[in-house]
């Protein structure tokens, strides 16, 4: 069946870095665009950045220059690497393959 799996985050201080890796399966990865949302307790939840079958990315601008998705289709593996992270950036970030979500993995950021 079509699977998400997140893992990589975690609690880091602010500045920190994290890479976040979503292990996809049960489709053609190839042929999807894959997506990074998050949502913080009380937030909606919001895209944080997507990457198309073609590599073409998408950033939201609260992390632009900041965060970077790429992908290895070889592997059917999407990744999220956040440098510079702040407190904000707290929250759970999920995985999307069209209407599919992951479980979502935590992100901590202390100040």
């Known amino acids: 069946q079509v699977q998400l799996v997140e893992s990589g985050g975690g609690l880091v201080q602010a500045g920190g870095s994290l890479r976040l890796s979503c292990a996809a399966s049960g489709f053609s990865f190839s042929l999807y665009t894959m997506g990074w949302y998050r949502q913080a307790p009380g937030k909606v939840r919001e895209l944080v950045a997507r990457i198309t079958k073609d590599g073409d990315t998408t950033t939201a601008d609260s992390v632009k220059g900041r965060f970077r998705i790429s992908r290895d289709n070889g592997k059917s593996l999407v990744y999220l690497q956040m440098n510079s992270l702040k407190p904000e950036d707290s929250a759970v970030y999920y995985c999307?393959?069209?209407?599919?979500w992951g479980q979502g993995t935590q992100v901590t950021v202390s100040s």
């Open positions: 999307t393959a069209g209407a599919t």
